[in-house]
């Protein structure tokens, strides 16, 4: 199982970027591919995910309106659209695959449920 992430940067706030996580190794259509982020001195928090069953998505609050999850399983790729960037999400961005759904508990994405992850992309946002 191999997920690559790629599409971090230097951006101003308001300003948007769009995050790539490339699969192989595994049956793509059968994981769900959540998105997390991990800021200094932070725990990591699950962001968002999109499940492979039904392309149901999950965003976390502090998310909500401004990104967009969405996978092209021909291509074997999720994607992170983030519009709207706050200094706040200032983070090392992760990708990981979990079987079929994507195991939100309380509302919240915990990374303990997902057990292949890809090496991060850093994302830094500029007040």
């Known amino acids: 199982v191999q997920l690559v992430e790629s599409g971090g940067g230097l951006v101003q706030a308001g300003g948007s970027l769009r995050l790539s996580c490339a699969a192989s190794?595994?049956?793509?259509?059968?994981?769900?591919i959540g998105w997390f982020r991990q800021a200094p001195g932070k725990e990591r928090e699950g962001v968002s995910c999109?499940?492979?069953?039904?392309?149901?998505?999950y965003y976390a609050d502090s998310v909500k309106g401004r990104f967009t999850i969405y996978r092209d399983n021909a291509k074997n790729t999720v994607y992170l659209q983030m519009n709207s960037l706050k200094s706040e999400d200032t983070a090392v961005y992760y990708c990981?695959?979990?079987?079929?759904?994507?195991?939100?508990?309380?509302?919240?994405?915990?990374?303990?449920?997902?057990?292949?992850w890809g090496q991060g992309t850093q994302v830094t946002v500029s007040s």
């Open positions: 990981a695959a979990d079987w079929i759904r994507c195991a939100v508990v309380s509302g919240t994405l915990p990374p303990a449920d997902f057990a292949s």
């Open positions: 999109i499940s492979s069953s039904d392309g149901s998505t």
């Open positions: 190794g595994f049956t793509f259509d059968d994981y769900a």
